[in-house]
């Protein structure tokens, strides 16, 4: 459950909401050496104010390469070079714009509902194989208590996952 936890605060974090944020840029791959790196590992991300970043490569001749990747990812961002490298410029967004994001948001977080799901019924599946097998001398009233706990668990990883993406929704429509 954990691993889906993260997996939704890491998808909920490429999110744009209208902010400068250089976790944006953390999926973004470049073409550089031979190979995809990612743009941390190319440059210094610098928060420069609330609606900049700022890209400074350790060699400048990844600088395009950086760019381009930029460009290519369509997160909406304008990318403009300066002497030390680029400018990100995160513009506002749009009402229309904001709803898309928000639907984003909502499709995320039934994707870690599913997974839940997923895992709820595999757990219950392997409860019940132990029950039928008399393993571990687990009874009928076992079972249920087992059933309970899990359902409790499930319950609130749900919540932390529903207070997750509203956080998410409330930065997107602010």
Do not use: C, H
């Amino acid at each position: 459950m954990k691993d889906i936890e993260e997996w939704l605060l890491k998808e909920l974090s490429v999110i744009r909401t209208g902010r400068a944020t250089p976790s944006i840029l953390d999926f973004v791959q470049v073409d550089a050496y031979g190979s995809k790196m990612n743009v941390k590992e190319l440059a210094n991300i610098i928060l420069e104010d609330v609606k900049t970043v700022r890209v400074e490569p350790w060699d400048m001749t990844v600088g395009k390469s950086i760019e381009k990747a930029i460009n290519e990812s369509n997160l909406g961002l304008s990318v403009a070079p300066y002497d030390k490298g680029l400018r990100i410029i995160f513009p506002d967004l749009t009402s229309e714009r904001r709803e898309q994001f928000v639907k984003v948001v909502k499709n995320k977080l039934e994707e870690a509902r599913v997974s839940l799901r997923s895992l709820r019924d595999k757990t219950v599946k392997q409860i019940e194989e132990k029950e039928k097998s008399g393993g571990m001398g687990m009874g009928e009233d076992d079972k249920f208590r087992l059933k309970e706990e899990m359902q409790k668990i499930i319950d609130e990883a749900n919540t932390k996952l529903d207070i997750s993406a509203e956080k998410k929704e409330v930065e997107i429509k602010s």
